[in-house]
């Protein structure tokens, strides 16, 4: 049976944000991921997580200025002391919540640049944020993300990041499968899964509806038989639901929108 982390970034958006870990607890979510902890204290997060009985299954590592359209600093020269100090934050925050893994974006090429080019910075800085979080015990995440949505971003494609994480040779560095970003890119979801889940190196996975990033059940991909083929395959991990409400921030719309969890959640 799948298992679901509700991430508060994009759902329950009515609520305030710490308002958001009682939401997800009331439809039964067990498990939230969220895009970044860094506006609020580690006290205030573990007390929603501990009085709503939730787990931390992941959130993200500091991208750069976020609010200047940065998307993480990972790939780009010049950042590395910044990128060494947000991991730090990122450790500090991961332990305190005892979340067991963080996601580190890429982020976008500069201006004149290529991804060949970046290439050894990128290496080079996941390698120092494994090597980190390893001794924590937690685990470094990738992700390949669709530039529909986010252009210029570093890393597009499975085979990319999977070839990176070979690269870069750490156990703990692992790959971030949004099946949203990998139907828009490469679409043959199944064929995807079924090459990558055996490998080991997949250490979360994220669902939306395509194209519209809404519920899982809109759009054109059938997630049950998805579900269904990461049971066969024995996937253990979380699915992070990062989709927007169809409904969108109205009281409740989330909640309604969750009929297509219900046969999934126990």
């Known amino acids: 049976m799948p298992r679901f982390a509700a991430n508060l970034s994009m759902l329950y958006n009515e609520h305030d944000f710490l308002d958001r870990f009682a939401a997800a607890a ?5 498990a939230v991921e969220y895009l970044f902890p860094y506006a609020f204290t580690t006290e205030q997060l ?3 997580l501990k009085a709503n009985g939730l787990q931390q299954v ?3 590592a500091p991208p750069g200025d976020w609010d200047a359209g940065e998307r993480g600093i990972a790939c780009l020269p010049g950042r590395e002391a910044e990128f ?4 730090a934050q990122a450790l500090a925050y991961a332990r305190a919540l005892d979340c067991p893994r963080i996601h580190v974006m890429a982020g976008l090429l500069p201006a004149g640049q290529t991804r060949e080019a970046l290439r050894a910075t990128y290496v080079a800085n996941l390698a120092y944020a494994a090597t980190e979080a390893a001794k924590l015990g937690l685990a470094v995440l990738i992700e390949p993300i669709n530039e529909r949505d986010m252009p210029g971003f570093f890393l597009n494609r499975q085979d990319q990041a999977h070839a990176i994480v070979a690269e870069v040779g750490a156990p703990n560095l692992k790959v ?3 099946l949203y970003h990998c139907q828009i890119v490469e679409g043959d979801l199944a064929a995807n899964i079924r090459r990558w889940l055996p490998t080991g190196q997949v250490g979360h996975l994220q669902i939306a509806g395509v194209p519209t990033r809404h519920e899982p059940d809109v759009g054109e991909i059938y997630y049950p038989y998805l579900f269904e083929l990461l049971d066969e395959l024995g996937y253990p991990g979380w699915i992070g639901c990062e989709y927007r409400p169809r409904r969108g921030a109205v009281a409740g719309g989330t909640s309604q929108g969750l009929g297509w969890l219900k046969p999934w959640i126990g």
Request: cysteine-free; proline content about 0%.
């Open 26 to 30: 009331r439809d039964g979510f067990k």
């Open 176 to 178: 971030q499968m949004d």
């Open 46 to 48: 573990a007390a929603q």
């Open 84 to 87: 060494r100090d947000g991991i």
């Open 58 to 60: 992941l959130f993200n």
